[in-house]
Every structure is written in structure tokens, then in C-alpha cells.
């Protein structure tokens, strides 16, 4: 078998030479990588995420749920208008179902999900 004089010089003691040259590289750059994220802990650069979320920078939305005419006895609503849909509650708190606006009607769907009630929008209720 002919082998070339440039494999036969990554014999098992060179490898293990680069090996450890590498490994005592990586020691000396970690305690500088520790170092800068240890600064100071206690010192913020800005608002942390828990201050972010109770002040959400999106504005409300808005929505005119009048058309929407079907609500069950008794339920809670509750709106959510990013959605377009309205949540109905039982007076104990158990879900009860919702309505969600689909093009040109508004569908009811019981607390499984299976739509119950289909409600044509009028044109002028379109826009």
C-alpha cells in the first residue's frame, strides 16, 4: 500500500500536540469570556422582559361586536379583538363556547368546538 509522506507526518503524537495546544488556547480565552459577562450583574443596560410585557408597546384593538346578535343566557363575554371573536363563559367559569367572525358570517361554535349556530352578516354590518 503506497502512502503519501504527507499523511505519514499526522502520526498519533503530532494529533495529541494539536490537540492540547488547542485545549490550553481555549483555557486562556474562557476567564475573558467570564469577565465580560460577570461585569456586574446588578447594573442593567435596559428594561428587563417582565417590565416589557406589562407595558406592551401595541395599542389596543378596538372592535364593534353589536352585530354578533346570538349570545347564550346568563354567559359572561369576554372579547378578544385581535381574533375577532368573542369568548361566552358559564356563570360558574367553565367555557361555554365562542363566535368568530368567518367572511361574511359570524359561526357558533359550542364548548367542543362544533359550530352550532351559522348568522349572515347584512351588507352594511361589512364593513
Do not use: C
Not at 499526522?10 to 490550553?24: D, I, P, V
Not at 480565552?29 to 460577570?38: E, K, L, T, V, Y
Not at 381574533?83 to 360558574?92: G, N
Not at 361554535?109 to 352550532?116: E, F, K, L, N, Q
Request: charged share 25%; no cysteine; hydrophobic share 35%.
Amino acid at each position: 500500500m503506497v502512502t503519501s509522506n504527507r499523511l505519514r507526518g499526522y502520526g498519533l503524537r503530532t494529533l495529541s500536540t494539536r490537540l492540547a495546544a488547542g485545549f490550553a488556547l481555549a483555557l486562556l480565552a474562557a476567564p475573558s469570556f467570564a469577565s465580560a459577562q460577570d461585569a456586574d450583574p446588578d447594573e442593567h443596560k435596559g428594561p428587563d422582559m417582565h417590565q416589557l410585557a406589562a407595558h406592551p408597546s401595541a395599542p389596543p384593538v378596538h372592535k364593534d361586536y353589536s352585530h354578533y346578535l346570538y349570545r347564550p343566557h346568563g354567559d359572561r363575554v369576554q372579547e378578544q379583538p385581535d381574533l375577532d371573536r368573542l369568548l361566552f363563559w358559564t356563570p360558574d367559569g367553565k367555557p361555554d363556547g365562542y363566535a368568530q367572525r368567518r367572511g361574511e358570517s359570524v359561526i357558533y361554535y359550542d364548548a367542543a368546538g362544533r359550530a352550532i349556530r351559522v348568522q349572515r352578516l347584512a351588507p352594511e354590518d361589512l364593513q
